[in-house]
C-alpha cells in the first residue's frame, strides 16, 4: 500500500463498517470480542496509526498520561530511569504519550497535578514511590481522575481491596529467596541491613529476610538499619562489626547499600542488594532484579483495559515477582 493506511482500508480489510472500526477504536467494550480481534488483526498488519490530534478532537481526550520525574540521584535512580523508559514504549504502543513534570515535595507534587487536570492536559496519571500516608491517591480519587500506583497504598489492612489500582513488585519474595539460596550454601550468621521504618517496600523486605532465618532456625537479630546512602551504609556495617557481629553474609534493601556493605566488609562476605542496578553489576554484587517491563506494561493495562482511550476511576491490582541475580 503506498498511502497510509485509513480507517477505510481497515474496515475492508476486516470485513466491518468504518463505524465499527471507529467503535474498536475508541469504545472497544461495545464492539463483539471476535470482530474486535479481527479489527485489531487488520489495524495490525496495514500499520494503521489513528490520527492523534483528530481523536483528541472527538473524544475530549489528550492521549496523553502524566508521571513525575523525581529528583532521585545516585544508584537508586536507575530504577526510575528504567521504568520510565518503559513506561513510554508501552504507552506509545496504545498511542498514548508520557508526560513528564518536576516537583520538589508531595504537595507541589498535587499542586502539579491540579493544574494539569484543569487544563485538560492529561487523561490520568502514573503515580511512584507510594508510602504510608500518602495524600495522592485519595486526592485523585475524591474526583475521579483515572490513575494507577507503582508501588502498593501503604498501610491500609487489605491492600487487594485497595480503591484504586496499583502494581508492585513482591520484595518479601524476592529477598525471601535470595536468603534461603545463602542459607542453603551454608551461611548462618546472615544479616540484614535495611531502612528505618516505616517504610512500605524496606519493612517488607526485611519480613522476608526475617522469615527464611526463621524458617531454617537461625536468628534474625542482626537488623541494621540506616538511610539509604553509601556513606551512611558503610558506617553502620563498620560499627556493627567492631561490636561484635560476625557476618558471614549481608541481605540489602537496596544496592546503595550494598555498595556500602561491601566497602565495609570486603570481597570475602557475600552481599546481596536490591534492584541490580549497573553499580551492582559492574561491582559483582549479588543483587534482586525488578521486572520493570513487566510492571510498565502492567501499569498501562490497569489503566486502558485492552482499549486504546483511558477508563474511569478503577481497581485491581498486579503484584510481580522478582528473580535473583547472582554473581560470584
Known amino acids: 500500500?503506498?498511502?497510509?493506511?485509513?480507517?477505510?482500508?481497515?474496515?475492508?480489510?476486516?470485513?466491518v463498517s468504518r463505524q465499527t472500526v471507529s467503535n474498536a477504536l475508541n469504545r472497544p467494550e461495545v464492539v463483539r470480542p471476535a470482530t474486535l480481534t479481527r479489527v485489531q488483526a487488520a489495524i495490525d498488519d496495514l500499520g494503521?496509526?489513528?490520527?492523534?490530534?483528530?481523536?483528541?478532537?472527538?473524544?475530549?481526550?489528550s492521549?496523553?498520561?502524566?508521571?513525575?520525574?523525581?529528583?532521585?540521584?545516585?544508584?537508586?535512580?536507575?530504577?526510575?530511569?528504567?521504568?520510565?523508559?518503559?513506561?513510554?514504549?508501552?504507552?506509545?504502543?496504545?498511542?498514548?504519550?508520557?508526560?513528564?513534570f518536576t516537583?520538589?515535595?508531595?504537595?507541589?507534587?498535587?499542586?502539579?497535578?491540579e493544574r494539569l487536570v484543569e487544563g485538560s492536559d492529561v487523561d490520568g496519571f502514573v503515580l511512584t514511590s507510594t508510602f504510608h500516608g500518602d495524600p495522592r491517591a485519595a486526592w485523585l480519587g475524591a474526583r475521579d481522575i483515572p490513575f494507577v500506583t507503582f508501588g502498593r497504598p501503604w498501610g491500609l489492612p487489605d491492600m487487594d481491596a485497595a480503591p484504586h489500582p496499583w502494581v508492585d513488585?513482591?520484595?518479601?519474595?524476592?529477598?525471601?529467596?535470595a536468603t534461603e539460596h545463602l542459607v542453603a550454601q551454608g551461611h548462618r550468621r546472615i544479616g540484614f541491613l535495611g531502612w528505618p521504618s516505616p517504610s512500605g517496600q524496606g519493612d517488607e523486605r526485611r519480613r522476608g529476610w526475617r522469615d527464611a532465618m526463621r524458617a531454617a532456625g537461625l536468628p534474625d537479630d542482626p537488623g541494621l538499619t540506616c538511610e539509604d546512602d553509601v556513606t551512611a551504609a558503610t558506617g553502620t556495617v563498620a560499627a556493627a562489626v567492631e561490636d561484635g557481629a560476625g557476618f558471614d553474609a549481608l541481605v540489602c534493601a537496596s544496592d546503595t547499600l550494598a555498595l556500602g556493605a561491601r566497602f565495609a566488609l570486603g570481597a570475602a562476605v557475600p552481599v546481596v542488594g536490591y534492584d541490580d542496578t549497573p553499580v551492582a553489576e559492574a561491582v559483582g554484587i549479588s543483587s534482586v532484579e525488578q521486572p520493570l517491563v513487566e510492571v510498565a506494561a502492567a501499569a498501562i493495562e490497569l489503566l486502558m483495559?485492552?482499549?486504546?482511550?483511558?477508563?474511569?476511576?478503577?481497581?485491581?491490582?498486579?503484584?510481580?515477582a522478582p528473580r535473583v541475580v547472582w554473581r560470584s
Not at 1 to 15: E, I, W
Not at 169 to 177: E, F, K
Not at 314 to 319: K, V, W, Y
Request: with cysteine; net charge neutral; proline share 4%.
Open 169 to 177: 513488585v513482591d520484595g518479601y519474595a524476592g529477598v525471601h529467596v
Open 63 to 100: 492521549s496523553t498520561l502524566g508521571v513525575r520525574l523525581e529528583p532521585v540521584h545516585g544508584i537508586s535512580g536507575a530504577v526510575l530511569d528504567r521504568f520510565l523508559h518503559a513506561l513510554v514504549e508501552c504507552a506509545d504502543l496504545r498511542g498514548m504519550r508520557i508526560l513528564l
Open 1 to 15: 500500500m503506498s498511502h497510509p493506511a485509513t480507517v477505510a482500508d481497515v474496515a475492508l480489510a476486516a470485513g
Open 48 to 61: 494503521y496509526r489513528p490520527h492523534a490530534s483528530a481523536r483528541r478532537l472527538r473524544t475530549r481526550q
Open 103 to 113: 516537583a520538589t515535595d508531595v504537595d507541589d507534587e498535587l499542586a502539579h497535578i
Open 305 to 320: 483495559g485492552t482499549g486504546r482511550t483511558v477508563l474511569p476511576a478503577s481497581t485491581g491490582h498486579r503484584l510481580l
